[in-house]
């Protein structure tokens, strides 16, 4: 089946430095992921959608700045979360599509602490 | 925009019995999809069952069922024969049809297994 690989799977920074988070699908081609923010007992909410080769989407009130996002291949999305702050502690986790009418096929997610 | 409610924050459910888990959805579009993932303490996101809104037979996957009810806007999910595996986080997600892949999910129930 689909497998999207996330790492790192947990990371604690410093305040005010920059973390980069890796979403890659290990056995097919993603033209298409997603990233999700997910804080502790709440559910996803989108941050932005990564499309192969071209800008990414952001969703209402995402910082695209603090939140920079780079698809420069067809199996690798990045996150980096730059200068980071205590608030940006979060669980980050990312999804890729396969075909349009498939399934989401989610990473195992990345616990960020920023202390 | 769409938007995805699950009214049981919590449920539980004795080991080998039955329960149903609630979600209601708004949307003015035809096309769309309908999900319920899974997440247990390891925080992976596993598809549990999913149903295109122009199928009228409720989708089915071993112990798990749906009752959708387009009319209603109603996408309830059974688990049947429930285990101590089943317990998790269960969230309900919907997303359009067109060429717009975001799910948008609801805030989740989360469901526990007695034995």
């Known amino acids: 089946g689909a497998v999207v690989s996330q790492h790192p799977s947990w990371v604690i920074c410093k305040s005010g430095t920059s973390v980069k988070i890796e979403c890659r699908s290990l056995d097919f081609q993603a033209t298409t992921m997603f990233w999700y923010r997910q804080f502790p007992k709440q559910s996803l909410m989108l941050m932005a959608t990564?499309?192969?080769?071209?800008?990414?989407?952001?969703e209402q009130g995402v910082e695209k700045d603090k939140f920079l996002i780079n698809h420069a291949s067809l199996t690798l999305s990045t996150l980096t979360v730059t200068s980071a702050h205590p608030e940006d502690s979060s669980f980050y986790i990312c999804s890729a599509l396969t075909t349009g009418n498939s399934p989401l096929h989610f990473g195992n997610g990345t616990r960020l602490t920023v202390t | 925009a769409q938007t995805v409610t699950q009214s049981q924050p919590e449920m539980s459910v004795q080991e080998a019995e039955t329960v149903t888990l609630s979600c209601t959805y708004d949307?003015?579009?035809?096309?769309?999809?309908l999900f319920w993932y899974k997440q247990p303490p390891s925080r992976q996101m596993i598809l549990v069952i999913r149903q295109e809104a122009y199928k009228q037979q409720n989708a089915t996957e071993n112990r798990f069922s749906v009752n959708f009810q387009k009319a209603a806007k109603s996408f309830s999910l059974k688990i049947s024969d429930s285990q101590l595996g089943d317990a998790a986080m269960y969230f309900c997600a919907y997303r359009s049809g067109g060429s717009n892949y975001k799910l948008t999910f609801g805030k989740g129930t989360l469901l526990t297994v007695n034995p």
């Open positions: 990564s499309n192969e080769g071209s800008k990414a989407t952001y």
């Open positions: 949307t003015s579009e035809s096309d769309y999809y």
